[in-house]
């Protein structure tokens, strides 16, 4: 299955790496300006700005009444995801930070080169490099540095591990090539496809040498020829010269220019973004990212408004800083510049939104509550790599469903092997074949019976065997779980003002929601059959009002809470987070891995299903694996890697978060507010628009399974579950695992400074010695007692989260952490959030996520994004099922 586009950020140490990662998305990736302050990689999603279908004239019924009005298609524009501005459309993008290189990392210098292996899935680099000269090339503090050279020498460092990796077998390849009488593209691409590579990128790599000699001649020179050309299709790079708010820069970058083509780089402030950001969050200015424009209250009073757009007052320090900003970055470059950079990186790639419809006639989703959600166009956008097929985006879209057809715009009917790109077979209806089985997925559709599919497809699905139709049964049953008697919402209340979590604590605490009148079931060209009979509640135990839904956080590591003056020196991880599983030394491989930790080429959605078998050869998974306190964990599917509790329906929480005692929480304080019910059902409802993971997460939801609901928050780590809408303090686990997703892991914030609103205090943007203009080091401050707590404010509607770093040793070093994931059901999916890894030391990480305010069932943040929940499941077999499970396995 395509996996979604990764977008690496390489760099010499405290290039400003992280600091341009924070600048493209909402993290709070840590930062310093000494060198490898990043050790462990950083996950997070940016958004990349592109033209969005609705704005095509060419496009039905789409002609705007006047040249400068929007066309119609764009007033029901309603991204999912991201936003749709004046036909702009904000694509969420993977991007991840690594640790800085050095030269000769590739023999191990610098903190060695797994860092380098980091990079293995990435699709594209942005090349940060410090322009101000002020760091060597190791990263540490100088004046003067020429970094002209730093370009040169991070690419060999790169072509010298890949090339180092194929000598190491070149022997034994050559041999073997020799024997089977194997294609140069077949031998090369068995190596290449640790590096996430395709045929097709070997088989360019080899057309743009045209080599004379067979692959067994190959001498040193032409294999090092070969690298350096694979090294250029496979990882097309971006360079960033950032730090040009300092007044060196200049010079720098006029030498860069000279040597470098001038379609490759891009010059960025990626500081400057993130200061504006932050104040523009803290309310005092006006500021949308990668704008050249910034409003101060003294601006908006200036132009009219007597309130200054309600921003805050800033002092005088604070004002000087904004003015230096504007005269060295936004006046003189149009923008901080940190917003192209991306765009350059998906132009190199060459990505093509493809927006996936359920109806090609009226481009919607057929999904949604009110009248207007159903209305709503163009809901979903993925990006795929220039040269894919409708087919390679299929399985992109729906996973493992055999296809019966596609089509596009017009209703004309697509091939697979058709390509896709801007403006050409990239609106689709994708349609499975009904007879599609999920409950034993096949691993790859049965293409031969493809074409002989009569079309339209036949109405004769059944529930129990087509997902999207189970799917679609699986609404009734929510209707019957959740009658709509009790308190009924009108659709009119429900899609007016936030949803709140209910803070009444009547009864169970529910408000039950007349969900056939909010989400009536999507109009499809498939009818689905009559419901089946609904199981009996001991078989299907799915979310029952007013029993909890327990976080699998909350469950694994004792909770207590903890304060400033009580703050415990950590106990141990449980030994399964030490990389290992109880019975045996065998790490917790992705199933996508081999044993050396490069990916296989074949990923099922299965690969969110039970781990490695101990001791198995290839491909081969674990056995369930026990967990203490968990019991035997047999499957597992998450739309996001940090995974709920195994269903237990009505056990109680052991115990109680924020609390010494053995207090349990009681079932009914964690009520399942309606907006999360109304999300749940608008995912059931639409699964096409859905990732494979959520998809399959859905499928679970059928009779025969226990099953468990738990909330993620897209842009949000997935411990936020239910009870978090309930429990207005919630005090942290005290242990978990340090998070190879540190996007999350290092914040800057500082409770105090929170609690006060003084959340930019003079010491988080202090300029540096050097006399940067907004330079300085902010977030390096580790000193402060740390402790986790998150605290909610319902009246306001604002969450927020703050973990705290509690830690026994204070030189945070990860480098022994072993490297596999311990995370027990999440893949090394291309996921926000990466996967889990264990901390060797028992050192905790600390996370801070930015305030978000609800709205309906989604999520908006300070810069106007919505966001929409997401729910996962996680669901246990039954002991027939898990049998087959296990043979099928051992296949
Ligand atoms: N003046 C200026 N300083 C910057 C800019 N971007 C980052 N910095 C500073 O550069 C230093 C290093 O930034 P990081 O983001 O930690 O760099 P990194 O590349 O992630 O470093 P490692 O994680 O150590 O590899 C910090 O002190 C930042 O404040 C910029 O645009 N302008
Ligand atoms: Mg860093």
Redesign the pocket.
Same mark, same amino acid.
């Given at each position: 299955m395509p996996r979604d586009p990764l977008i690496a950020l390489v760099?010499k140490?405290?290039?400003?790496?992280?600091?341009t990662l924070n600048s493209l998305t909402d993290t709070t990736a840590k930062? =310093?300006?000494f060198?490898?302050?990043?050790i462990e990689p950083n996950h997070a999603i940016g958004y990349l700005h592109l033209a969005c279908a609705c704005s095509r004239t060419s496009l039905p019924n789409n002609t705007p009444p006047s040249p400068s009005a929007p066309t119609p298609l764009h007033l029901r524009c309603k991204p999912n995801y991201g936003a749709c501005l004046n036909g702009i459309r904000s694509v969420p993008i993977e991007l991840l930070?690594v640790?800085?290189l050095v030269p000769g990392a590739h023999l191990g210098k610098g903190l060695g080169n797994k860092f380098l292996d980091d990079l293995r899935h990435a699709d594209a680099f942005i090349h940060?490099v410090d322009v101000?000269g002020t760091t060597d090339q190791e =990263?540490k503090a100088t004046r003067g540095y020429d970094p002209s050279a730093d370009i040169a020498w991070l690419r060999d460092e790169i072509v010298r591990w890949v090339l180092g990796n194929l000598m190491q077998k070149w022997g034994g390849l050559k041999r073997r090539h020799t024997a089977i009488k194997a294609t140069a593209v077949e031998t090369l691409q068995g190596q290449f496809s640790g590096y996430g590579s395709t045929s097709a990128v070997v088989a360019r790599t080899l057309d743009r040498l045209a080599l004379k000699q067979p692959l067994q001649e190959w001498d040193d020179k032409t294999i090092e020829l070969v690298v350096n050309t694979f090294v250029d299709e496979k990882f097309p790079t971006v360079i960033a010269l950032?730090?040009i708010?300092?007044p060196d820069a200049d010079k720098n970058v006029a030498k860069i220019a000279r040597v470098e083509p001038a379609e490759r780089l891009v010059l960025c402030?990626?500081?400057?973004e993130v200061f504006l950001r932050r104040l523009a969050k803290q309310g005092f200015v006006r500021y949308s990212p990668g704008s050249e424009f910034v409003d101060t209250r003294e601006d908006l009073i200036e132009q009219g408004d007597p309130d200054g757009g309600g921003l805050k007052e800033m002092d005088e320090k604070l004002r000087t800083r904004i003015e230096n900003l504007k005269d060295m970055v936004l006046y003189r470059f149009g923008s901080t510049g940190v917003n192209q950079v991306l765009t350059r990186a998906s132009e190199v790639l060459g990505l093509v939104p493809v927006f996936p419809v359920r109806n090609i006639a009226s481009f919607g989703s057929g999904d949604g509550g009110g009248a207007g959600e159903r209305a709503a166009v163009f809901r979903d956008c993925v990006l795929v790599k220039k040269g894919s097929t409708v087919g390679d985006v299929y399985r992109k879209v729906m996973g493992d469903a055999p296809m019966a057809y596609v089509e596009t715009v017009g209703g004309v009917r697509v091939g697979e092997d058709d390509e896709v790109g801007v403006g050409k077979n990239d609106i689709s209806p994708f349609i499975p074949r009904p007879s599609y089985n999920t409950k034993r997925p096949s691993r790859r559709p049965d293409i031969s019976t493809i074409k002989s599919m009569p079309s339209p497809p036949p109405q004769r699905t059944t529930c129990d065997n087509h997902l999207h139709h189970r799917l679609r049964c699986f609404v009734p049953y929510l209707q019957q779980l959740y009658p709509a008697s009790s308190s009924t919402q009108t659709p009119a209340a429900a899609s007016t003002g936030p949803s709140l979590p209910p803070t009444s604590e009547t009864g169970s605490g529910i408000r039950h929601t007349d969900h056939h009148a909010t989400h009536p079931l999507p109009p499809s060209t498939l009818e689905p059959s009559p419901m089946p009979p609904i199981a009996p509640p001991q078989t299907f135990r799915l979310y029952t009002p007013g029993t909890p839904l327990i976080p699998l956080r909350e469950r694994r590591w004792r909770t207590r809470a903890l304060t400033t003056a009580d703050a415990p020196a950590p106990a141990p991880p449980p030994h399964w987070a030490q990389g290992s599983t109880p019975d045996n030394d065998v790490p917790w491989y992705a199933d996508d891995e081999d044993e050396d930790g490069y990916e296989t080429e074949d990923v099922s959605p299965r690969t969110i299903l039970p781990r490695r078998r101990p001791g198995a050869g290839r491909r081969r998974r674990t056995s369930p694996v026990e967990i203490p306190g968990l019991g035997r964990r047999v499957a597992g599917v998450a739309s996001r890697p940090w995974v709920a509790e195994p269903w237990r329906g009505g056990e109680p929480i052991p115990q109680r978060p924020g609390s010494d005692s053995e207090e349990t929480m009681s079932a009914d304080e964690v009520p399942m507010p309606d907006h999360i019910l109304r999300s749940i059902e608008d995912l059931v409802a639409s699964p096409s628009q859905h990732s494979p993971a959520t998809r399959q997460a859905l499928s679970m939801l059928n009779p025969g399974r226990e099953a468990g609901i738990g909330l993620g928050i897209t842009g949000l780590p997935t411990l936020h579950t239910v009870p978090r809408y309930r429990v207005p303090e919630v005090h942290w686990p005290e242990h978990r695992p340090v998070s190879r997703s540190s996007s999350f892991v290092y914040g800057g914030s500082d409770t105090a400074d929170r609690d006060s609103g003084a959340y930019l205090a003079d010491d988080s943007m202090s300029s540096s010695d050097d006399g940067?203009a907004v330079?300085?080091?902010d977030w390096e401050d580790d000193s402060r007692d740390r402790f986790m707590s998150a605290r909610q404010t319902p009246e306001e509607g604002v969450f927020t989260l703050e973990l705290h770093k509690s830690s026994a040793s204070s030189n945070d070093s990860f480098t022994t952490a072993p490297q596999r994931p311990v995370n027990p059901t999440g893949s090394r999916s291309s996921s926000p959030f990466g996967v889990l890894r264990p901390a060797a030391n028992g050192v905790l990480d600390y996370a801070s996520v930015p305030m978000r305010r609800y709205v309906g069932n989604g999520l908006v943040d300070p810069l106007g994004r919505t966001e929409r929940l997401s729910i996962f499941t996680e669901a246990r077999m039954t002991a027939d099922e898990e049998d087959a499970d296990e043979d099928d396995m051992l296949d």
């Open positions: 760099g140490p405290s290039s400003g790496k992280s600091t930062v =310093g300006n060198p490898f302050t990043t930070d640790a800085g940060v101000s =990263g950032n730090k708010d300092h402030s990626a500081i400057s940067d330079g300085g080091n």
